[in-house]
């Protein structure tokens, strides 16, 4: 049993009862000293999350706007060259875009619909060289922003954001995209596998020419297994990429595994609070690129790409803030508040 003293009442709050060794009495005295309040509470990371996402704004925010700007522009100058060469302009005439954007619909012959593939397949074919290289070069612009945004707000306040020049942080966040855009692509793989694996009974029961009944069952069996399980796998390691923005572990996928153990629904709640965040602040740009269908195809891609840069440097900003002031409280809880190396 507990030795006599004052411990707190557990039947009021913010209250001291007095237990005599063996039961509680009726001695109580009022609390004069709230209790500390948890450091790792979600109050606390959704506070310290915004003051690193301001700090990263008014760092690194005309940087990380630029980054996707200049992606924008070039794939806004692909997207125009493909749709404005010779069989561009023919399939463009032939659904009749203008009317298209206006809401109408097109209704097309048997011919029409017959030369529309083959417009396809050759501009496809034609383009998938320069679908690779835009690929390549957005990846590496994303992968760039999210580093830079992270490795600024892995910093606890202004004072240490400013004991490093911006060109610094610049060039530091630049050598650690190969190592961001090995995290997206083990995370996509792992992903992809699961979901893969998960759905291998459908494979199979198709493959031996199952029944419908059977083959329907398992469909949306495997469907939602393969959904639980690759969400997952995906929160698991949700944390591998501003791990390896930040740099010390490597790619981060081990020591994301380590820090969601346990942590699962919390980890799950905050990321998807962050990602509600970046929707509604990015919600009226996508509501007013609705209405750049009425005013011609350049007009509509110029508006839709600089409202798509805009808004992915909004998600930039926000998220990864909040996943690096996240990773700091796991790592907390560990016994060890230091994220890089």
């Known amino acids: 049993m507990p030795p006599p003293g004052w411990y707190p009442d557990p039947e009021l709050a913010w209250t001291w009862r007095w237990w005599d060794g063996s039961r509680w009495t009726d001695l109580r005295a009022p609390q004069t000293v709230p209790p500390e309040r ?37 794939v806004g100058v692909f997207a125009f060259s493909v749709f404005n060469s010779g069989k561009g302009r023919e399939l463009r005439d032939l659904i009749q875009f203008d009317r298209l954007v206006d809401g109408n619909t097109v209704e097309l012959t048997s011919a029409e619909r017959d030369r529309l593939g083959e417009l396809f397949g050759d501009i496809a074919r034609a383009a998938v060289p320069w679908m690779v290289v835009l690929f390549v070069v957005v990846l590496l612009a994303s992968t760039w922003a999210c580093a830079l945004a992270a490795r600024v707000a892995d910093r606890v306040d ?14 530091d966040a630049l050598r650690r995209v190969p190592a961001v855009v090995a995290a997206v692509v083990v995370l996509s793989v792992v992903a992809a596998g699961v979901a893969a694996i998960s759905l291998l009974p459908l494979f199979v029961a198709v493959a031996v020419d199952a029944n419908g009944g059977t083959i329907a069952v398992t469909a949306v069996f495997g469907s939602m297994a393969a959904a639980v399980l690759a969400t997952w796998v995906v929160v698991r390691l949700s944390l591998c990429v501003v791990l390896a923005a930040v740099g010390g572990w490597g790619i981060g996928v081990r020591r994301s595994w380590a820090l969601t153990h346990a942590h699962f629904w919390g980890v799950a709640g905050r990321l998807l609070v962050a990602g509600f965040i970046a929707g509604a602040a990015t919600f009226p740009l996508s509501f007013v690129n609705s209405f750049g269908w009425s005013i011609g195809f350049t007009t509509w891609l110029v508006s839709f790409l600089t409202l798509q840069a805009i808004s992915s440097a909004i998600s930039t900003v926000v998220t990864v803030p909040a996943q690096v002031v996240l990773v700091r409280h796991l790592s907390g809880r560990q016994g060890n508040g230091r994220i890089g190396g």
């Open 38 to 74: 948890d450091p790792y509470s979600l109050s606390s990371w959704f506070e310290q999350s915004v003051e690193a996402s301001k700090r990263v704004i008014v760092r690194v925010g005309f940087v990380v706007l630029a980054l996707w700007c200049v992606t924008a522009v070039l």
């Open 158 to 171: 202004s004072s240490t954001v400013e004991s490093v020049s911006r060109p610094a942080d610049t060039t």
